[in-house]
């Protein structure tokens, strides 16, 4: 099969492969969806088995950030960058300058971010060859950490899903379960133990268990015994795949809603699985939006207060996915397609014309 045939291809605009000989640098930027904005995306560095592993990584992530940003109500487009190598050996300021020499070559069409393995030393340095690049330390003019954006947006998810499962977006008194404790999920304990729910953590990390008990309400338990809890939510905060052939008969719950990204390892079977059961699903790309929305604020002046505000509009899209899923009878992550390709229609096509000069409306 030829390139252009792939259906990994999917719509893509554009795919850039970047090579330099002196550092070695091998990198793809995969250009899915520009119709709402310039596409933002992750630039990840990975030590793929084969090329084609990193291209088929790369256009399945940058059609991902099309969706997300499309159902956040952004005004972003869809892309992603992978870098293919050991960090050790490719993680240096030649290399990282000459990745953004590339970002730079294209204009404003493709702006990058830290994401797997990259960190805001890296992003620095992309920085002084480009300016298309977006969450930088805030020392350096950037929006810093998306992460307790994204764990107040999980947050802020969970009280969305209450609310459509029981009626009432309190949280006092349920009991929800966290696995994973990391940049997101000790946010996300904390603004939980807040609520004044019961919160019972998991982590392979000891020190990060220990670290949560400090707050009120918070019990733990051993990583796999997460599965097994009594609770009305479960939250997946660490890795993706965790709701599969071997763990779904085990989670009783009302409510699946966390921040990992690929929850469900396999979306047709699992979504129906869940539907059928009545188990409410929180789409995992409207409910970790919060870092995208965060960094978004840099395109027009960064203002943390606006950004925090901004993420609570996604209980609000939660919202739209819950009717939408129960108005059509089908799972929670079709019906947040629907709305992301809708969006993309509708605002896109708006965009597009008046990009091109075209009047939306001609004077009668
Ligand atoms: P992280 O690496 O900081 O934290 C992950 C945590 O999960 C670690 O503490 C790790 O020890 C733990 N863990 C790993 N395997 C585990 C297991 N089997 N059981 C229990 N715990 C386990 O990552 P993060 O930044 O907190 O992100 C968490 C998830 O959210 C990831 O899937 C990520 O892709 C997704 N996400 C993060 C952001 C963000 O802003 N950081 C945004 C969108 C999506």
């Known amino acids: 099969?030829?390139?252009?045939?792939?259906?990994?291809?999917?719509?893509?605009?554009?795919?850039?492969?970047?090579?330099?000989?002196?550092?070695?640098?091998?990198?793809?930027?995969?250009?899915?969806?520009?119709?709402?904005g310039p596409a933002l995306g992750g630039c990840r560095v990975w030590n793929y088995e084969s090329e084609d592993d990193a291209l088929r990584d790369v256009l399945r992530l940058s059609e991902g950030m099309t969706y997300k940003s499309a159902l956040a109500g952004l005004n972003l487009g869809g892309g992603k960058s992978v870098i293919i190598g050991r960090v050790q050996?490719?993680?240096?300021?030649?290399?990282?300058?000459?990745?953004?020499?590339?970002?730079?070559?294209?204009?404003?069409?493709?702006?990058?971010?830290?994401?797997?393995?990259?960190?805001?030393?890296?992003?620095e340095w992309v920085s002084e060859e480009t300016e298309y690049v977006a969450g930088l330390d805030p020392e350096m003019g950037g929006s810093g950490d998306p992460s307790p954006f994204t764990a107040y947006g999980t947050f802020v998810g969970i009280k969305s899903a209450a609310n459509k499962a029981w009626g009432s977006d309190s949280l006092e008194g349920k009991t929800v379960a966290v696995q994973g404790l990391g940049h997101v999920g000790m946010y996300?304990?904390?603004?939980?133990?807040?609520?004044?729910?019961?919160?019972?953590?998991?982590?392979?990390k000891e020190d990060k268990v220990k670290e949560m008990l400090k707050y009120k309400n918070v019990s733990a338990v051993e990583s796999d015994a997460i599965?097994?809890?009594?609770?009305?939510?479960?939250?997946?905060?660490?890795?993706?795949?965790?709701?599969n052939d071997n763990t779904i008969d085990r989670l009783k719950c009302r409510v699946i809603a966390g921040a990992a990204n690929n929850i469900l390892s396999d979306y047709d079977k699992h979504g129906k699985i869940l539907l059928d059961?009545?188990?409410?699903?929180?789409?995992?790309?409207?409910?970790?939006?919060?870092?995208?929305?965060?960094?978004?604020?840099?395109?027009?002046?960064?203002?943390?207060?606006?950004?925090?505000?901004?993420?609570?509009?996604?209980?609000?899209?939660?919202?739209?996915?819950?009717k939408r899923s129960e108005d059509d009878g089908?799972?929670?992550?079709?019906?947040?397609?629907?709305?992301?390709?809708?969006?993309?229609?509708?605002?896109g096509r708006l965009k597009q014309m008046r990009r091109s000069g075209k009047r939306l409306f001609s004077k009668i």
């Open 1 to 36: 099969m030829g390139f252009f045939d792939a259906p990994a291809l999917n719509h893509h605009e554009q795919v850039v492969f970047g090579y330099d000989e002196e550092t070695g640098l091998k990198a793809i930027i995969a250009i899915h969806n520009t119709s709402l």
């Open 89 to 123: 050996e490719i993680g240096n300021e030649a290399a990282f300058r000459a990745f953004g020499r590339l970002v730079d070559s294209l204009g404003g069409r493709y702006v990058a971010a830290e994401d797997v393995n990259t960190t805001p030393q890296m992003m």
């Open 188 to 204: 996300l304990v904390k603004h939980l133990s807040e609520a004044g729910a019961k919160v019972v953590v998991a982590d392979i």
């Open 227 to 243: 599965y097994d809890v009594s609770m009305d939510i479960f939250a997946p905060c660490a890795l993706g795949s965790v709701v």
């Open 277 to 322: 059961r009545g188990v409410l699903y929180a789409p995992d790309y409207a409910i970790n939006a919060g870092g995208v929305i965060n960094v978004y604020g840099e395109f027009e002046g960064y203002n943390e207060k606006r950004s925090y505000s901004r993420v609570n509009h996604i209980y609000d899209v939660l919202q739209e996915i819950f």
């Open 330 to 347: 089908i799972p929670t992550m079709d019906a947040a397609d629907i709305l992301a390709e809708e969006r993309l229609r509708k605002i």
